[in-house]
Every structure is written in C-alpha cells, then in structure tokens.
C-alpha cells in the first residue's frame, strides 16, 4: 500500500491556546512532503501529536491503513515510524556506534538469560546489530567516528548520527525536524542529495521540517505550510513559494532572501 502517514482534522491545544488548528496531510512511500511555517506555527507539536508524544486533542493518525491516534510513542516507533529531534537528543557519554545500536536493539527480543550470557540469539542478534549499525554510520559518512564519544561530535554531525540512529529502526516513514539545522552548506547539500538517495532506494516516506527554504524546496515533493496553527497553503515547491498567504506569514523572516538564493543556484 502506497500510503503511508494520513493524518486528518488534527487539533493540539495547551491549555487555552491551539497549537494545531485541523491539520490534515499524508505521505505515500516515496515521498519527500515539507511541513513549514514560520517560529512557532505548530511544525513540530504536529510531528510530537503523529509520534504520540501528545495526545492531539482532536483529528486521526492513520499509519499504514490502521489507526494509531493515541499509542505510546514506543509502540508508534515500532510500528515503523522513526523521527528525530529538532533539540538532538542523544546518549551523549555513549560512543557514536553505540548510539545507534541501542535504537536497533529497541526492535530485538531475547531473554534476560541469553543477555547476561551472551548467549544464542542474543550473541548473534549483537554481532548483527554492530555490523548494521557500522553500515548505517558508514551511508552517513560518519564511519571513522564510531568510537568516538557522541557529545565530542560537530552539531551537523551529531544531526547525521540522530538520522542514523532513526533508521536502525528500519521504518516505513521518516519524520526529520529540522534536520540541517547547524549544517554547513556543504553538508547540507550533500545530506540533500543523500535524502533523495534514500528515499529511492528505501522507497520509504518522509517528512521534512526545516527553516532552510532552498533546501526544502530542493528535495520536498510537496510542501504544506502552517501559520499560527492553521493550514495556509499546500502544494508543489513553485506553488508554495509564489503564495501571496505563504509569503506574507513569513514577512519580516528570510523567507525571500531564501527564496532568491534558490533561484540563483
Ligand atoms: N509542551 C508545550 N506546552 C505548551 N505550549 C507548547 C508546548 N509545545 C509547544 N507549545 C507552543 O505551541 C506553539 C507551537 O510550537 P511548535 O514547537 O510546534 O512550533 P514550531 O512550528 O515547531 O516552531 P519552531 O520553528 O520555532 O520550531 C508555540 O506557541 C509553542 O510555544
Ligand atoms: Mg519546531
């Protein structure tokens, strides 16, 4: 089945404020779809309300055809969507490799007894792992850092180590808050060109937050925008990026400047 992420009507509030006013948007697998909007518009309470970080207060998640509204965050991981996180969040003192294969060991089940032994399927399932994690470093071009402390790692790297880490779940759909935040241009047009790559080979989904316009008009598919909450527009790059609603909720912000970068390259 080709779609993957069918969120509909989809309302967060805190206390009396509303953070996401009836936010529909789906993913097919092989799909890049930009969510952006400017500070503060509800990007990433939407990925929090999807993952079930929060409840939503109204509206549905559908994954894969089955409703997943309200699951724990765990179960909605396992059942194959991984995310990252705008604020990184990693085992900070744990080595680059280990990062990653402790999210491969949150999808792995052995007994207690094989673990302490180190036996059966628990030695194997371990050996496996490693050897998939340094595969999963090597795609992100952070190999020769594997034993080196997470924390000891430049931010646009320890933003690759988080990607690394989300796919060692082996999902179905990918949500990336503001992945090349802290990125180089360099590094974020290799991470680009890297998305598409995945997306292709993986024929996974994705989901894209970012505030860097030309990248995001540079890999997204489709794009929707929110502005205090609310949808406001949604459509393809050029579409989105000529809306006369789209550019004045970014007025005062880059959002021209980017675009004209955009144009230019
Ligand atoms: N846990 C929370 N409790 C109360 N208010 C919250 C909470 N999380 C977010 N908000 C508020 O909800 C609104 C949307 O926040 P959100 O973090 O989703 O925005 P965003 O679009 O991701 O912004 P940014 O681009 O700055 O990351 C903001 O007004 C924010 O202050
Ligand atoms: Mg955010």
């Known amino acids: ?13 805190f206390g009396g404020v509303q953070a996401l006013n009836k936010l529909s948007l789906q993913i097919r ?20 309300a999807i993952t079930g970080r929060i409840h939503p207060s109204e509206g549905s998640v559908f994954f894969c055809g089955k409703e997943i509204t309200g699951w724990p965050a765990p179960r909605i991981a396992r059942n194959g969507i991984a995310r990252t996180f705008q604020n990184i969040k990693l085992y900070e003192d744990l080595s680059v490799i280990e990062n990653v294969m402790i999210a491969a060991h949150s999808s792995i089940s052995y007994s207690f007894i094989e673990a302490i032994l180190g036996v059966g399927r628990y030695s194997r399932d371990e050996a496996r792992i490693k050897s998939r994690a340094y595969e999963l470093l090597e795609l992100m071009n952070l190999g020769e850092l594997a034993s080196e402390q997470a924390n000891s790692l430049p931010y646009g790297s320890q933003r690759k180590l988080e990607i690394a880490r989300a796919l060692a779940l082996n999902p179905r759909l990918l949500l990336l808050d503001e992945p090349v935040a802290g990125m180089n241009p360099t590094e974020t047009r290799e991470f680009g060109q890297f998305l598409l790559t995945l997306r292709d080979n993986l024929s996974i989904g994705v989901g894209l937050i970012d505030h860097d316009m030309s990248f995001v008009m540079e890999v997204c598919d489709m794009i929707r925008v929110i502005d205090h909450g609310i949808p406001i527009a949604w459509g ?18 880059d959002f021209n400047g980017a675009m004209d970068n955009h144009a230019t390259n």
């Open 29 to 48: 697998k092989g799909e890049i779809i930009g969510l952006i909007g400017p500070n503060g518009a509800g990007k990433t309470t939407a990925f929090n």
């Open 1 to 13: 089945m080709d779609l993957l992420l069918d969120i509909n009507g989809l309302s967060v509030f």
């Open 236 to 253: 393809t790059p050029s579409v989105v990026r000529n809306d006369p609603k789209v550019i004045s909720a970014y007025l005062g912000t």
